[in-house]
T-cell receptor, first 118, second 115 residues
Framework: AQKVTQAQTEISVVEKEDVTLDCVYE???????LFWYKQPPSGELVFLIR??????QNEISGRYSWNFQKSTSSFNFTITASQVVDSAVYFC???????????????FGKGTKLSVIP | SAVISQKPSRDICQRGTSLTIQCQVD?????MFWYRQQPGQSLTLIAT?????????ESGFVIDKFPISRPNLTFSTLTVSNMSPEDSSIYLC????????????FGPGTRLTVL
């Protein structure tokens, strides 16, 4: 079984504050991939990052950074100096487990709604 | 990444009718997926559509309710049949090349309201 937990349903921060979105996952596989997607109010899901289970290095992309820790099964996402344009729902997702038809199951967490207040 | 478009972007439909949603990609892709996102909820996979074969449906979804076509490597349709208000959701298509390392890219979604 696989599961992705995003315990924070909604977060509000004031512009320029830093914010961390938590993601905890469960899997029995040794090979798996983790993802973060952003869904702005327009509805489209925007891919942010993919990380495989063998690479625990943290990653930074501009104001975004990701902390992957296998010991705690977490893949947290930090936005530094938040901006109003960061307001969106953020989804963490896990890929593992062959689901047939050549695809692997991509399981999403319930998402965290981030509101950045000017 | 591929550019994905969906038509219609939104629609309001009457109970008992059907709506066909189109998903077009600007390059050939192996896998196309259809997801449902009910209001305020996460994404749930409806089915995987491979070109030249029947779609593979997830538990809880059936072909009679959600028939899918995949006539070529750049296009797919999802029909929501005999709609009820419970079908009001955002329907998203995504594309990928398959495999556990695959990154899925999503279309803009179709917002469906059933009255």
């Amino acid at each position: 079984a696989q599961k992705v937990t995003q315990a924070q349903t909604e977060i509000s921060v004031v512009e320029k504050e830093d914010v961390t979105l938590d993601c905890v996952y469960e899997t029995r596989d040794t090979t798996y991939y983790l993802f973060w997607y952003k869904q702005p109010p327009s509805g489209e899901l925007v891919f942010l990052i993919r990380r495989n289970s063998f690479d625990e290095q943290n990653e930074i992309s501009g104001r975004y950074s990701w902390n992957f820790q296998k010991s705690t099964s977490s893949f947290n996402f930090t936005i530094t100096a938040s901006q109003v344009v960061d307001s969106a729902v953020y989804f963490c997702a896990l890929s593992e487990g062959y689901s047939g038809a050549g695809s692997y199951q991509l399981t999403f967490g319930k998402g965290t709604k981030l509101s950045v207040i000017p | 990444s591929a550019v994905i478009s969906q038509k219609p972007s939104r629609d309001i439909c009457q109970r008992g009718t059907s709506l066909t949603i189109q998903c077009q990609v600007d390059s050939q892709v192996t896998m196309m997926f259809w997801y449902r996102q009910q209001p305020g909820q996460s994404l749930t996979l409806i089915a995987t559509a491979n070109q030249g074969s029947e779609a593979t449906y997830e538990s809880g979804f059936v072909i009679d309710k959600f028939p899918i076509s995949r006539p070529n490597l750049t296009f797919s349709t999802l029909t929501v049949s005999n709609m009820s208000p419970e079908d009001s959701s955002i329907y998203l298509c995504s594309v990928g090349q398959g495999g556990v390392a695959d990154t899925q890219y999503f279309g803009p979604g179709t917002r469906l309201t059933v009255l």
